[in-house]
């Protein structure tokens, strides 16, 4: 198995991971989470398609239900990266309503973030908003670290994600 796909991806995160299977054999899948770091955020750690079943809609329906699960969640972003060299997934996404987020570089006119996964890691980071606009902003997180150790975080600054 890729070692993308660790059997514990699966089963750590049923909630917002999916397959299409046929009477016979799966077909796609998607495995993604909620980000813990980010309370707006929702991740699409890999996707795929078996290469037969390619350009059928299989892939949209698959984030289509990842991104009602993150609104679900109350998640207003959907993030997903790619390297430079996957043209087929930098398609997909850019027809998904993904939008590359700032890189410090470029490759072939898109945004690029060089070394992001470690040297020679380059990324393209994609993210789409998938909240309606009527969605406040969501409350920005304040540093622990920021308080000097010397304030406690009121409890009314937790976001209660139950
Ligand atoms: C990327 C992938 C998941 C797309 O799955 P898919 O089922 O073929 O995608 P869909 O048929 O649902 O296509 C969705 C949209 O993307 C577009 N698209 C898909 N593949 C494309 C390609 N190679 N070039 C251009 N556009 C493409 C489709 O035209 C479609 O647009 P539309 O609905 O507006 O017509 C599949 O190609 C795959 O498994 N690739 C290998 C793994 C990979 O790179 N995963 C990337 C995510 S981590």
Redesign the pocket.
Same mark, same amino acid.
């Given at each position: 198995m890729d070692s993308r796909l660790s059997p514990s991806f699966f089963s750590q995160f049923t909630p917002t991971s999916f397959v299409i299977e046929t009477d016979t054999e799966l077909v &796609?899948f998607?495995l993604g989470f909620l980000s813990q770091t980010r309370e707006d955020e929702a991740y %699409? !750690? /890999?996707? =795929? %398609? @078996?290469?037969d /079943? !390619? +350009?059928? &809609?299989? =892939? +949209? +329906?698959?984030?289509e239900r990842f991104f009602a699960a993150a609104r679900m969640h109350e998640r207003a972003w959907v993030c997903?990266?790619?390297a430079p060299g996957? !043209?087929?997934?930098i398609? /997909? @996404?850019? !027809?998904?309503g993904f939008v590359p987020k700032r890189g410090n570089g470029a490759v072939d006119g898109l945004p690029v973030r060089f070394d992001y996964a470690g040297k020679g890691g380059h990324r393209v980071v994609f993210h789409r908003r998938v909240a309606p606009d009527a969605w406040p902003a969501a409350p920005t997180p304040r540093s622990v670290a920021s308080t000097g150790g010397e304030t406690p975080l009121a409890v009314t600054e937790l976001i209660d994600c139950a």
């Open positions: &796609g998607l %699409v !750690r /890999f996707a =795929g %398609v @078996h290469p /079943f !390619r +350009r059928l &809609g299989l =892939g +949209r +329906r698959l984030y997903s990266i790619t996957n !043209r087929l997934a398609a /997909f @996404h850019l !027809r998904m």
